[in-house]
C-alpha cells in the first residue's frame, strides 16, 4: 500500500510559478513510476508528466514541455513538479500518481495508476 500526499498548489498570476510535492508513505517498491495529472471542471483528467525510477526518465505532454519540470527526491521519496509560466488554461486541480507496471513504461493514462493523492488545487488568473 502507497499513501500519496500532495502539497503546493494556490494562486498565482498569469506567468507565475508554482512547486507541487508529493511525498510518497508506504512500499517504496510500489512508485516505480511516478507521475502528475491535472483535471479541470468538466475536463477529462490529463497527464502532465511521468517519473521513472532507475534512469530517472522523465515525459511531458506537450504542452508544458519547456516550463514544468518533474523530479524525484528518493532519500525523502517525494516528487516534484515545478511550474513556471503558468497559463490560466492550467487551473486545475493537480494529482500525484504512483504505480510499479509490468512493462516497465510510465503511462500519460490514469487507468495505469493504481495509488493517487487527495489533490491540491492551482489556479492561474490573467
Request: net charge neutral; aromatic share 14%.
Amino acid at each position: 500500500q502507497v499513501q500519496l500526499v500532495e502539497s503546493g498548489g494556490g494562486s498565482v498570476q498569469a506567468g507565475g510559478s508554482l512547486r507541487l510535492s508529493c511525498a510518497a508513505f508506504g512500499d517504496s517498491y510500489s512508485t516505480y513510476c511516478m507521475a502528475w495529472f491535472r483535471q479541470a471542471p468538466g475536463k477529462p483528467r490529463e497527464g502532465v508528466a511521468t517519473f521513472r525510477d532507475g534512469d530517472d526518465y522523465t515525459q511531458y505532454v506537450d504542452s508544458v514541455k519547456g516550463r514544468f519540470t518533474i523530479s524525484k527526491d528518493n532519500a525523502k521519496n517525494t516528487l516534484y513538479l515545478q511550474m513556471n509560466g503558468l497559463k490560466p488554461e492550467e487551473t486545475a486541480e493537480y494529482y500525484c500518481a504512483a504505480d510499479t507496471p509490468r512493462s516497465g513504461y510510465c503511462s500519460f493514462r490514469s487507468i495505469e495508476y493504481k495509488y493517487w493523492g487527495q489533490g491540491t488545487q492551482v489556479t492561474v488568473s490573467s
